[in-house]
């Protein structure tokens, strides 16, 4: 079992930066892919970006040069800093934990990850 704690959310104006963090518990050793997903009000929970364990990132489009991904080198902390926020990046969002080891090069969606936290809200205002 593998456990999720997000922080770090809060509201910032358009333009502003966040610094997400996730802590990660339980058995950290058989995770290979930790990401972020978010999910705004009356839409689907949509992919973010994630790591798979060597460092190889995979990003979506919408936030490609402006959010950036990390995880310590014990597993223990997935982080996203999110820079020039948008109001449209206003969701809830979600750490998520994998042990399968997914193509870099795949479309991630919610199925694919198996051990989610309970999210952190992020609000930006125009």
């Known amino acids: 079992q593998v456990q999720l704690q997000e922080s770090g959310g809060g509201s910032v104006q358009s333009g502003g930066s966040l610094r997400l963090s996730c802590a990660v518990s339980?058995?950290?050793?058989?995770?290979?892919?930790m990401g972020w997903f978010r999910q705004a009000p009356g839409k689907e929970r949509e992919w973010v970006a994630g790591?798979?364990?060597?460092?190889?990132?995979n990003y979506a489009n919408s936030v490609k040069g402006r959010f950036t991904i990390s995880q310590d080198n014990a597993k223990a902390t997935l982080s996203l800093q999110m820079n020039s926020l948008k109001p449209e990046d206003t969701a809830m969002y979600y750490c998520?934990?994998?042990?399968?080891?997914?193509?870099?090069?795949?479309?991630?969606?919610?199925?694919?990850?198996?051990?989610w936290g309970q999210g952190t809200q992020v609000t930006v205002s125009s």
């Open positions: 339980g058995y950290t050793s058989s995770t290979v892919w």
């Open positions: 790591i798979r364990e060597e460092g190889i990132t």
């Open positions: 998520a934990a994998d042990w399968h080891w997914w193509s870099a090069a795949r479309t991630f969606r919610t199925g694919d990850f198996e051990y």
